[in-house]
């Protein structure tokens, strides 16, 4: 499904994460999109933000997203977002942890929406 508003990138990657559908989730993403895994460490690009992607669903997570804040200019905007995410790292001992992002996604010619930069942790 893609996201015809800038809110609905976070939303629907929220909810390709929650499912285990990493094809969805990458499918947000324009192909050279920037992926900020952790505070001063970035990947772009699909196959680089397809294995950040790929460890975060081995933990078989839940994600729950929320967009508060969304600041459009013309075929750009800047989200704002508190997630949390609870899971089971590979040692079976529990991930419980939330956030704030932060994301710029573009409008597409089809007038979807996709992620070109973002940084789950709000800091880069």
Not at 3 to 20: K, M, N, R, V
Not at 33 to 60: N, Q
Not at 62 to 85: M, R
Request: glycine letters at 12%.
């Amino acid at each position: 499904m893609p996201a015809t508003t800038p809110e609905q990138c976070d939303i629907l990657f929220g909810q390709a994460i929650s499912a285990g559908d990493l094809e969805a989730a990458l499918a947000l993403y324009e192909l050279g999109a920037t992926f900020v895994s952790e505070p001063g460490h970035s990947v772009t690009g699909t196959d680089a933000i397809r294995g950040v992607l790929s460890g975060i669903l081995a933990m078989k997570p839940t994600l729950n997203v929320e967009v508060p804040l969304a600041i459009q200019s013309g075929d750009t905007a800047l989200n704002h977002s508190k997630w949390s995410l609870t899971g089971t790292r590979p040692d079976g001992s529990p991930v419980n942890t939330e956030g704030q992002g932060i994301e710029v996604v573009r409008r597409q010619p089809g007038g979807n929406w996709l992620f070109i930069i973002d940084i789950p942790s709000g800091l880069p």
